[in-house]
């Protein structure tokens, strides 16, 4: 069992495909309590598969999965849910449910078929409404939301189940500029409580908002590091196949890109 109280996840030589396509191979990476890291890459590269192994859904056809020293295969699927939230691209297609009949799935892991019958909305519904700036839509249908809150219910969704871990899958797709920076706003600050996993494709939002970046290519990691060790001319010839210059943005002290042409 994995001994270091600091490490939530530790990945060790996982590989993964379906059917006989391989998606990722020997992957390794470790993540720290109360660090943000995103996963970038290519359409195709493994990301998004990375981010369901790291959720349990899927398992390693080889190596292992460390969450807190327990290995995840071996958990079951509400213990993991008790731990880790994830928040996925969509929400689910639900006629006629509530902004607040939603966000209060969230907190089946912990309250459990019986306890989910109690109509009674709990702190931490309310409490996740209010983090995620939704609490004033409690009551509005689904469909009557914009994209930009949407997003924010699904993180509310994320954020009721009072997990230290947060998994989101491409949480900007979609959006405007504006919305995309709200959200991502929102989870850094969720990020100083939070162990948070993104996926993202806009390396500049990675440079910003994440401790550390995993940069994958054709399922295998070609760099991980600080931004600054990952958003490097030679990684983005490798990885993305663009040439590129990397800036330093004056205000917030991260690199950034500015793309050229294909390699």
């Known amino acids: 069992m994995d001994t270091d109280t600091d490490t939530v996840y530790?990945?060790?030589?996982?590989?993964?495909?379906y059917g006989d396509t391989a998606v990722l191979e020997e992957v390794d990476l470790r993540l720290s309590a109360g660090q943000t890291l995103a996963l970038v890459g290519r359409n195709g590269c493994g990301k998004s598969t990375l981010l369901r192994l790291l959720a349990g859904t899927l398992r390693p056809r080889r190596?292992?999965?460390?969450?807190r020293g327990q290995d995840l295969s071996q958990m079951s699927r509400r213990a993991v849910a008790r731990r880790v939230a994830v928040l996925h691209q969509s929400l689910p297609p639900v006629h006629g449910m509530t902004v607040r009949r939603l966000v209060r799935q969230g907190r089946f892991a912990h309250r459990g078929v019986l306890g989910m019958l109690n109509e009674?909305?709990?702190e931490a519904t309310r409490s996740a409404m209010e983090r995620a700036g939704v609490a004033g839509l409690a009551d509005r249908p689904l469909e009557h939301l914009s994209g930009g809150e949407r997003q924010r219910v699904r993180l509310a969704l994320a954020l009721a189940q009072?997990?230290?871990?947060?998994?989101?899958?491409?949480?900007?797709?979609?959006?405007?500029?504006?919305?995309?920076?709200?959200?991502?706003e929102l989870v850094a600050a969720f990020g100083r409580e939070l162990t948070v996993v993104m996926v993202l494709h806009d390396l500049d939002h990675a440079a910003r908002y994440a401790d550390r970046i995993v940069a994958l290519r054709r399922g295998r990691v070609a760099a991980q590091g600080t931004p600054e060790e990952v958003v490097t001319e030679p990684v983005l010839r490798e990885v993305f196949g663009v040439r590129a210059r990397v800036l330093r943005d004056e205000r917030f002290g991260t690199p950034y890109c500015r793309l050229d042409a294909p390699v």
């Open 10 to 17: 530790r990945v060790e030589g996982v590989s993964f495909g």
């Open 63 to 67: 190596g292992r999965i460390l969450l």
């Open 120 to 122: 009674a909305e709990d």
């Open 162 to 184: 009072q997990t230290p871990v947060l998994l989101l899958d491409e949480p900007t797709t979609y959006l405007d500029v504006r919305h995309q920076l709200e959200v991502l």
